[in-house]
């Protein structure tokens, strides 16, 4: 795998794996900052590494260029740039074993009715530990959960579905709440026949753009934005049927550090 | 915590106090205080679990639909809110006030988060007013310009 970095912000890091080469046109996969983003032109080879703020991530730099990873800047960038690289060289999509190893603890439901979101969460925030993060961890991942399960009953083949009504799926929703020594992943898939990239891309534009809800869908249009915005990476499969969708948050007692994230954005084809 | 709304009202006088509690969501319905005409309103969100983004668009509507010189404050606002209402454009009316809120803490001692509830009046600036715990200095645990940038919304 040929590596071309064009990144003056990120200068220090260490990538283990590739040949790194001089110029673009050479390279497998090339990597700029927000300084150099400018340079970039090809949505399935160029990588964003971003210090700046998400609204600018998406609204000014994603929307310039539409790739699919936009990574922000954390004490272990260096371990996610080594992981989308690797995954995007052998054409898979993210697994959890390998992005997430060695998990201390792991719950997952399967949700059928619209009607056990409510209940669903609860049972397994309440079988989680959150004893060594800071305590708003709790109700960022309660809300995030919710979003992501709302969405995956009422999207169902692509419609917007009324939210008053009970959906009730043939194929379970999964629910996946787990924790290793570094992270917290949170995880949800669909069977909604996928989210296309050009349609999230629109979707969290949407939302950093007005802030508002949508008065004219049954649903407000700003879930995805919410989720995007309070997780440290948002990783999405787009798979045969549908979408997995995976947050993963640091391992943090202080909230000051969680704010002072840049979140991060995958969007792995398989391809 | 029930995870279902519930809305608990207290008129006295011109003014109603609401006490908000669960989860504000897509069945969220505020039918009970609509029909309860006052010139105050006081909503305590003390006990609020939870706004999703369809909660967050049935909590502006019905906010449109109160008097409009209708007297809106908000109290006892927990940190999720906070970082939401930091998110969306509308959740606090023009003119209404957050007379108090939760913010983040340190306790270096203890190692430990806590949630110390704020006057809005002390934030003074935009600056973190001191807090202590058992006479341990506490330290605002959250990034200033982000977290209160909140109450420039209120009128």
Known sequence: MKIYINAPEFSDINLKRGQFVNTPEEADYRIYDHSTWDLAKNPDKDILLSSVDDEINILEHLN???????????SNIATEVERTLSILDQGDHWDPSKGFPSPISSHEVLLSSSKEIKNSIDEVLSNFDFSDQFNEQKDIIRLLANELLVNAFYHQLGEDQDRSSEIILETPVPLQLARNESSVLLRVEDTNGGFP??????????????K???????????GLYFV????????????ENGTEIICMFDLNKRYKEYMKRVSSLHYYTGK | MSTSLKLETQILDNK?????????????????????KQEVYIFDLEGVSL???CGVREWINFLEKLPEDADITYKNVPQIVVEQINMVQGFVRPGARITSFYAPYYN???????????????????????????????????????????????G
């Open chain 2, 16 to 36: 109603v106090e609401v006490k908000v509690s669960g989860q504000i969501d897509e069945d969220a319905t505020f039918e009970k205080i609509l029909n309860i």
């Open chain 1, 228 to 239: 995007f915005k309070m997780t440290n990476q948002l990783i999405l499969n787009l798979k």
């Open chain 1, 197 to 210: 990239y050009e349609k999230m891309l629109a979707s969290l534009s949407r939302g950093f753009r007005d």
């Open chain 1, 212 to 222: 508002t809800p949508r008065q004219d869908t049954e649903g407000a249009g700003l």
């Open chain 2, 108 to 154: 270096e001692e203890k190692d430990e988060v806590v949630k110390v509830l704020l006057q809005s009046d002390e934030v003074a600036n935009g600056k973190a007013p001191s807090k202590s715990e058992d006479g341990t200095d506490l330290e605002f645990d959250a990034i200033e310009a982000q977290y209160f940038n909140f109450l420039k919304q209120q």
């Open chain 2, 51 to 53: 706004i999703n983004s």
């Open chain 1, 64 to 74: 310039k260029v539409h790739s699919h990873h936009l990574i922000g800047k954390s």
